[in-house]
Each structure stands twice: as C-alpha cells, then as structure tokens.
C-alpha cells in the first residue's frame, strides 16, 4: 500500500532554514508527480511546490517562490523541500502528497514553527 512518510520539521527562528523529507513506498515513485502542501491552523490546504516525475519542472505558490525548492531523488524513493528565509506565516504542518488513479494519498504530516 501506498505510504509517504515526512520528517525534517521543527522549530525555526525567522530568517532560518529546514530541508523536510518524505520517504515513499508502495507505488512506482519515479512513475508519478509529487507535491508539498502545508495547513496553518484554521486555514485550508494550500499547495506548496509541485515535482514532475523526472524531476524536470516544477512550480512553486507564489508566497513560497524563490525560498523555497522541491527535488526528488528517484533511487531513494523521496522528495525533499527545502526552506529558506522562513517567516512566521510559514508556520503549518507539511504533507507530502501523491496523486494515482484519481485517489489523492497524504502523508501523516510534519509541523514547522518559524518563531523568535
């Protein structure tokens, strides 16, 4: 069965940096798209960053774009986001989340606190 596990989050002083993980499993990773989405609290999901399969394009929401940056690493099965210049309204939780056969599938997620 699908699995997408996130680590890497925690607490951050504005103006720092985290790289968050998702290790997959149970699907052919190299085979599809993955995206980072994050939720604050009493907010809606918002979509993050966007990997194609290859790893050739991807795309970023405009409040992420230019600090932050979605890669993957095919043979180890994980995408990967790295954020930089963090700012208080970063502050969620992360999911990683694949698309497959129109079921979306999430992760269990991994908060970040960006806060002095």
């Known amino acids: 069965q699908v699995q997408l596990v996130e680590s890497g989050g925690g607490l951050v002083q504005p103006g720092g940096s985290l790289r968050l993980s998702c290790a997959a499993s149970?699907?052919?990773?190299?085979?599809?798209?993955m995206t980072w989405y994050r939720q604050a609290r009493e907010k809606g999901r918002e979509l993050v960053a966007t990997i194609t399969r290859s790893g050739g394009t991807t795309t970023y929401a405009d409040s992420v774009k230019g600090r932050f940056t979605i890669s993957r690493d095919n043979a180890k099965n994980t995408v990967y986001l790295q954020m930089n210049s963090l700012k208080p309204e970063d502050t969620a939780v992360y999911y990683c989340?694949?698309?497959?056969?129109?079921?979306?599938?999430w992760g269990q997620g991994t908060q970040v606190t960006v806060s002095s």
């Open positions: 989340s694949l698309l497959r056969s129109g079921m979306r599938y």
């Open positions: 149970g699907f052919s990773f190299s085979s599809y798209a």
